[in-house]
T-cell receptor, first 116, second 115 residues
Framework: NAGVTQTPKFQVLKTGQSMTLQCAQD?????MSWYRQDPGMGLRLIHY???????DQGEVPNGYNVSRSTTEDFPLRLLSAAPSQTSVYFC???????????????FGDGTRLSIL | AQSVTQLDSHVSVSEGTPVLLRCNYS??????LFWYVQHPNKGLQLLLK??????LVKGINGFEAEFKKSETSFHLTKPSAHMSDAAEYFC?????????????FGQGTTLQVKP
């Protein structure tokens, strides 16, 4: 069972570079999301999607773009990397029954990103 | 607004002794509550979830949590700690007041298990 797959696992970038973090899930989940994890701050929502063609901003969207052309994939793009974006990024997915859904999210293993 | 507070940033227990990780939540709505565990350099794994069907929720690896509405708490317990339980634990509430499906995370509790 692949679940949620994130690539790459590690990446080092220079300030100003752009890159795309990949996320794919094989569970036919409608809901996908991106979080960043920083020490002492838990996980914070960057962007989310409730289905193909639908995306919206989370708590900390600045500097990031997303798209959802298929149910399976939800890439996260860093437009111009900044040292403040050094973090661990997690992609998650779940089935979706609306805002009050109690369906748990399934997480990938994360991408550890360093911006020099 | 919904929020989650994990009352201990670090808990240390001896192997074979009980584990208690404390979590309080604030919610204006009937909350969806979860506990996740994160082992080093790994993603988050669901331990258990509260579904309103029962206040005592059993999860994987012998963990359980009790939902107490009067105390707005959802503490995680395990009768006997194992070395493999050493990890970071997150209490999480799923925002039910909008359509974001946003998860609100506590700050995390690091569980250390001593031999």
């Amino acid at each position: 069972n692949a679940g949620v797959t994130q690539t790459p696992k590690f990446q080092v970038l220079k300030t100003g570079q752009s890159m795309t973090l990949q996320c794919a899930q094989d569970m036919n989940h409608e809901y996908m999301s991106w979080y960043r994890q920083d020490p002492g701050m838990g996980l914070r929502l960057i962007h989310y999607s409730v289905g193909a063609g639908i995306t919206d901003q989370g708590e900390v969207p600045n500097g990031y773009n997303v798209s959802r052309s298929t149910t399976e994939d939800f890439p996260l793009r860093l437009l111009s990397a900044a040292p403040s974006q050094t973090s661990v990024y997690f992609c998650a997915s779940s089935s979706w029954t609306g805002g009050a859904s109690n369906q748990p999210q399934h997480f990938g293993d994360g991408t550890r990103l360093s911006i020099l | 607004a919904q929020s989650v507070t994990q009352l201990d940033s670090h808990v240390s227990v001896s192997e074979g002794t009980p584990v208690l990780l404390r979590c309080n939540y604030s919610s204006s709505y009937s909350p969806s509550l979860f506990w996740y565990v994160q082992h080093p350099n790994k993603g988050l794994q669901l331990l258990l979830k509260y579904t309103s069907a029962a206040t005592l929720v059993k999860g994987i690896n012998g963990f359980e949590a009790e939902f107490k509405k009067s105390e707005t708490s959802f503490h995680l317990t395990k009768p006997s700690a194992h070395m493999s339980d050493a990890a970071e634990y997150f209490c999480v509430v799923r925002e039910g007041s909008s359509n974001t499906g946003k998860l609100i995370f506590g700050q995390g509790t690091t569980l250390q298990v001593k031999p």
